[in-house]
């Protein structure tokens, strides 16, 4: 109906509230899609909010900087626009306004600029916002603290460079006294921007340690709200991932035995951030991976195996209990006692057999992939042969390898194994593999069939 034309020079009206109004129209049909933002961008409209944030009253600058932030939030072609009309010096001189409102509105738009990628960022941070961002997070207003520092998380995600300007700041310390804050909504965005830092190097992860944030944040793993308990399990993963030091000293805060107690208290993609961090704490060492072990961290992600739906939760088990299961004999049979290889086995097949629809495929395949390695980590090392039987009498070729591998390595050195291998059916099953001649899986039917008189193997 060209409303937008009809606004514009409203925009410019003596009435201050019809300003406001009209700019609260703008942002609301901005807000709606991106071809109104679009719209907004064309019709010429920025260089007339951008000129009047710095002359207009309070209600006035919130009004403009949630047209700057309909607009930015879309795509980055259109936060880019912003930029160049040079709204970023407008927002920034907007973060030093006494009114509280006006601040948020500022930081808001910022975020949604920055969230983008790393050169939207950059220029948030080369416009001076940075020092302010942090300030902002120190105001009594809990409204604006949430936004400020959800602000600092979107500057610091896309490179180290850009979160080291959020640290060089002084931001973590600040961030550090939050996590206690009986505010969930807060909390969670100060997890999240303590996960950005902390996630890109092991100099920026001990930074936040260092602010002593253990054992603190693992009170926020017992949170009721569901996004605090994720960002506070993202964040201890991302401290974990680096080095086996920093995994070390979170098992002695207790964080092991925290996020097994969060896995098993939640569903669905609240325990992905969790699973992974026990694969990575499990991947560093034999010991760190005995840690995971002897704190019962397996029937958990047993459990998310079977009860979980989405395929890269059951994928992030799957690589988690092999990182568990890959080390020593030891460590593969703790995995085996608690019954998981039948689990993995039956995911692999169903995810074999998927794989011709092409639908399914693309979505199965990254489970695939990490059940197929999972089976691959454990079964290398899996001497607990009990474990072992079910699977020789379904297995694929290609793990039938690795199962028979196993029994080529024990039953040599163990007469007990060997008389059970007969009586359960186990040896007959082997006698029925047609392996090609000289492959891998031939030499070990061979070594088996070795360790029996020639009448048995008939």
């Avoid at 160049?84 to 600029?113: N, Q, R, T």
Wanted: aromatic share 6%; hydrophobic share 45%; charged share 20%.
């Amino acid at each position: 109906s060209g409303v937008m034309s009809l606004l514009r020079p409203l925009l410019l009206d003596v009435d201050p509230t019809i300003q406001q109004t009209a700019a609260l129209a703008l942002g609301r049909l901005a807000n709606y899609n991106d071809d109104l933002a679009e719209a907004v961008v064309k019709g010429d409209i920025l260089p007339h909010l951008v000129c009047s944030l710095s002359e207009q009253n309070r209600f006035y600058k919130k009004a403009a900087a949630f047209v700057l932030r309909a607009v930015a939030k879309h795509s980055p072609q259109l936060a880019q626009e912003i930029v160049h009309c040079g709204a970023l010096e407008m927002l920034v001189i907007c973060l030093e306004d006494f009114d509280p409102g006006v601040k948020e509105a500022a930081s808001w738009a910022l975020g949604y600029i920055a969230r983008h990628n790393s050169e939207l960022s950059q220029a948030v941070v080369d416009a001076g916002a940075v020092p302010l961002l942090v300030l902002c997070i120190q105001e009594p207003e809990i409204a604006l603290k949430r936004i400020a520092a959800s602000t600092l998380s979107d500057i610091s995600k896309h490179s180290p460079e850009l979160a080291q300007t959020v640290v060089d700041a002084g931001a973590i310390a600040h961030l550090a006294q939050m996590i206690l804050n009986p505010d969930a909504k807060l909390k969670r965005q100060v997890l999240s921007a303590l996960s950005q830092i902390a996630k890109h190097s092991v100099d920026l992860a001990e930074l936040v340690v260092e602010a002593e944030i253990f054992p603190v944040v693992l009170t926020c793993l017992k949170d009721s709200d569901e996004y605090v308990k994720k960002n506070g399990a993202t964040l201890v993963r991302e401290i974990a991932k680096h080095t086996p030091e920093l995994s070390q000293l979170i098992v002695n805060a207790g964080g092991v035995a925290a996020v097994i107690d969060c896995i098993g208290s939640c569903r669905g993609t609240v325990r992905l951030p969790g699973i992974m961090m026990l694969g990575y704490i499990a991947a560093h060492s034999e010991n760190l991976s005995m840690a995971v072990i002897v704190s019962k961290g397996i029937p958990p992600l047993c459990a998310c195996l079977i009860e979980e739906h989405e395929d890269h939760i059951k994928a992030a088990a799957a690589w988690a209990l092999g990182q568990v299961g890959r080390h020593t004999p030891e460590h593969a049979r703790a995995v085996a006692v608690a019954d998981v290889l039948p689990v993995l086995l039956a995911i692999y097949m169903d995810t074999n057999s998927s794989e011709d629809l092409q639908m399914k495929a693309k979505k199965f395949y990254f489970a695939f992939q990490q059940t197929k390695k999972a089976l691959k980590n454990i079964l290398q090392k899996c001497t607990y042969l009990p474990a072992l039987e079910p699977l020789l009498h379904n297995a694929p070729p290609n793990i039938m390898k690795h199962i028979v591998g196993q029994y080529s390595k024990v039953l040599p050195h163990d007469s007990k194994a060997r008389r059970f291998f007969v009586t359960s059916g186990g040896f007959k099953k082997v006698q029925e593999i047609k392996a090609e001649p000289g492959s891998l899986l031939q030499e070990y039917i061979n070594t088996i069939n070795n360790c029996y008189p020639e009448e048995v193997v008939r």
